[in-house]
């Protein structure tokens, strides 16, 4: 044996035991160890020159995406404007004249990227003429949204998946004349879509392609609400159609029923 050789592996041994404590490894894998902190310091000697090619990639990438935000700017303001004006005519259909309907593209707060453009879209209106728009979801009523909506709808009609669409109230204020125009726009949407409505006129009802009664009795302390489609002949819903107007079996009401189905 020799001594010093000896003494030189047990002090290496004891300096492999004080690392592998230091780094909180078996002695076994001190190895793997080392090979991992030599990559990390491959890496950071490498650091500014990665630095540097991350910040011109984010440089492109922002250049990019402020030319793509400003042609998205300028297709949203053609077609807002565009739709503003098809709502603003059809909300006069619907009884709303001298009404206004705005696209608004309110710029981004900050000027960090997002995904859906450098600008948000509010819808603003004016129901009544003089008034000054101002945001839909903070001024329209229950039966001036429904009409709203429906006008939109109509206004983009074939561009919207949507595969049923339900409305209530669209004819809140309004009858006559008008109410025909509401059922003449709904019937438009349902040869594209499901459309349901609920309704009290008859000048709408007469223009769905099918129809269900909605009925609600008193049962002791319940209230039980029945819905029951009208199946058969067009004496059914020339029926219904009177009822809605007043009195079923009045000659006048069943000769107006008639005249709204038409055909």
Same mark, same amino acid.
């Given at each position: 044996?020799?001594?010093g050789?000896l ?10 035991h004080e ?20 990559q ?21 990438a =922002? ?5 793509? /935000?400003?042609?998205?700017? *300028?297709?949203?303001?053609?077609? %807002?404007?565009? !739709?503003? $004006? ?14 206004k ?11 960090i ?17 003089g ?12 039966g001036?949204l429904?009409r ?6 109509v ?5 919207d998946?949507?595969?049923? =669409? ?5 004819? /809140?204020?309004?009858?006559? *004349?008008?109410?025909?125009?509401? %059922?003449?726009k !709904?019937? $438009? ?36 609400v ?8 067009r004496?059914a ?7 809605m107007?007043?009195?079923?079996q ?9 005249e709204?189905l038409?055909g």
């Open positions: 044996l020799d001594a050789e003494a030189t592996l047990e002090s290496q041994l004891g300096h492999w690392l592998a404590r230091r780094h909180r490894v078996p002695l076994i894998e001190l190895q793997e160890k080392s090979d991992t902190l030599q990390e310091l491959d890496r950071l000697r490498g650091s500014g020159e990665t630095l540097d090619r991350l910040l011109a990639e984010q440089k492109t =922002m250049s990019d995406w402020q030319k793509a /935000a400003a042609g998205l700017s *300028a297709v949203r303001q053609q077609a %807002g404007e565009q !739709l503003g $004006a098809s709502v603003s005519a059809l909300m006069a259909e619907l009884g709303m004249a001298g009404g309907f705005v696209v608004e593209l309110e710029a981004n707060a900050d000027t990227p997002q995904l859906h453009g450098a600008e948000r879209c509010e819808f603003l209106v004016s129901a009544n003429p008034q000054p728009p101002r945001p839909l979801r903070k001024v329209a009523s229950g001036e429904a709203i909506s429906l006008a939109i709808e206004a983009t009609l074939g561009l998946p949507t595969p049923t =669409m339900v409305f209530d109230e669209v004819d /809140a204020g309004i009858g006559g *004349a008008i109410a025909e125009v509401v %059922g003449q !709904l019937r $438009a949407l349902g040869k594209g879509c499901q459309v349901l409505c609920v309704t009290h006129l008859p000048q709408v009802a007469a223009q769905a392609a099918a129809h269900l009664v909605v009925t609600k009795d008193q049962s002791g302390e319940r209230a039980v029945r819905i029951e489609p009208i199946h058969g002949t004496k819903r020339v029926t219904e159609l009177a009822r107007l007043g009195d079923r009045a000659r006048s009401a069943q000769r107006h029923a008639e709204l038409g």
